[in-house]
């Protein structure tokens, strides 16, 4: 398969996977503000990893992270389902939901870079104050 039709439709199933997961009436699931970041479909279109993030990070504890991992794997045939409506494919993927890291690991780098900059601002201003002497 060619990997032009393989992003076009990793695309697709990111995209239709998001709009579905907007539709799920479960507690588990509605309650956060879930973005799908990605998808990532296998050559032979029988499996798929989703890949999400949510919105509460740091606000979540350990519980309510699995619970809300025990929602995403119960909802999963339905979204196969919705998925097979939506999309006119052949083969409609199983679908496994990973919670994707990078963006709370980005802004966690971030944060350490803006404290980094905020403690050599004033070494960088007193530099240049004597340079300005010379």
Known sequence: ???YRRN???????QETADIIRDIKDPRVS???ITVTGAD???DLKYAKVF???LDD???DAEAEKELRRGLKSAAPFVRRELAVRLNMRITPEITFVRDKGVSHGAEIASLLNSIKKTEAPADIEDEETDDEL
């Not at 076009?8 to 990111?14: E, K, L, P, S």
């Open 1 to 3: 398969m060619a990997k």
């Open 8 to 14: 076009r439709i990793n695309d697709a199933v990111a």
């Open 31 to 33: 309650t956060y503000m």
């Open 41 to 43: 479909v296998t050559g």
């Open 52 to 54: 999400y993030s949510f």
């Open 58 to 60: 740091a606000e979540l």
